[in-house]
């Protein structure tokens, strides 16, 4: 993975091949198309530009390329969240819980089970 952080485009094509995995580019169009108008030709040179930073690969099958994501989701989550805590609330975990939690309203379970992860991560701790 040459770059740390997807772009806004590369994130959607992304969330497109975790969903659904391997893809032609034809598909990830059609499917970003859903959402807003874009150009088959964008598609086409976003992804071009995600394989040269090894966000992507690609596999030739006849003449459809079908594109395959390289980097798993966790770990992109995982640095966008790190990033955006870090820029937005100066690293504290404490600080974005309580704005999440008092901007939205939670379900009951879901409240349950953010209740259930801290006693995971309590019972952890010596």
């Known amino acids: 993975m040459k ?5 806004e485009s590369e994130l959607s094509v992304l969330q497109i091949l975790w969903e659904h995995g391997a893809s032609t580019v034809r598909f990830v169009n059609d499917q970003l198309n859903e959402e807003k108008e874009v ?8 992804m071009q530009i995600m394989l040269e930073k090894e966000w992507v690969s690609r596999d030739a099958e006849g003449k459809k390329h079908v594109y395959k994501a390289k980097v798993r989701k966790k770990n992109v989550q995982k640095k966008l969240l790190d990033r955006f ?3 937005t609330f100066k690293g504290s975990a404490q600080q974005l819980m309580m704005q999440l939690l008092g901007n939205r309203d939670s379900s009951k379970e879901e409240l349950d089970e953010i209740k259930d992860l801290i006693e995971k991560i309590q019972n952890k701790k010596p």
């Open 3 to 7: 770059t740390k952080y997807p772009t």
């Open 85 to 87: 805590v870090d820029a």
């Open 39 to 46: 150009g088959y030709t964008t598609t086409l040179k976003i």
